[in-house]
């Protein structure tokens, strides 16, 4: 059984920057694929990053590109993702999850099976 727990969720300014970290215990396929939700209240949950076990990625959704940094520590099970430029329409609760969503899909929370508890993100104006 995985277990991932997230930490680093917080309160900044926007402009700021956060780290956030994810740590797996239990074993996690080469070819599962792991990365980073979020789920503002209200809205649909919504891919932010992934990236796979056997290196193929990392993949970011639009609203991440050239912010959000993923990366993994294979070794340490360890998730990690760096969001820098921080607006206040990223403040949302962030969710690590790991699952064999293949690669058109590698965005796609229905197609990861094992979640976090979730860190909270919330970013002033």
């Known amino acids: 059984q995985v277990h991932l727990v997230e930490s680093g969720g917080g309160s900044v300014q926007a402009g700021g920057s956060l780290r956030l970290a994810c740590t797996a215990s239990?074993?996690?396929?080469?070819?599962?694929?792991v990365g980073w939700f979020r789920q503002a209240p209200g809205k649909e949950r919504e891919g932010v990053a992934s990236?796979?076990?056997?290196?193929?990625?990392?993949y970011y959704a639009d609203s991440a590109k050239g912010r959000f940094t993923i990366s993994r520590d294979s070794a340490k099970n360890t998730l990690a993702l760096q969001m820098t430029s921080l607006k206040p329409e990223d403040t949302a609760m962030y969710y690590c999850?790991?699952?064999?969503?293949?690669?058109?899909?590698?965005?796609?929370?229905?197609?990861?099976?094992?979640w976090g508890q979730g860190t909270q993100v919330t970013v002033s104006s």
């Open positions: 999850a790991t699952g064999p969503a293949p690669g058109a899909q590698r965005l796609e929370g229905r197609y990861y099976n094992h």
């Open positions: 239990g074993y996690i396929p080469s070819g599962y694929n």
């Open positions: 990236v796979y076990g056997d290196g193929r990625g990392p």
